[in-house]
């Protein structure tokens, strides 16, 4: 058994599987960052007549 005996060893599968997970994190991120939308496209002040009507 691998480790100094407080720690569970790690199987090889348990250590690919993490891998994969990490780069499969890394992918979704990636993907997010290129679909992002930039804030000053959806924060733009849009008249809204029927506010403007309450006001009078």
Sequence with gaps: M???????????G?????AE???AKQRLLAQAQADRIPAEETTRAMPD???RREQR
């Design 14 to 18: 348990e250590q690919i599987q993490a």
């Design 2 to 12: 691998q480790g100094d005996g407080n720690e569970p060893a790690v199987s090889r």
């Design 49 to 51: 007549r029927r506010w």
């Design 21 to 23: 997970r990490e780069a």
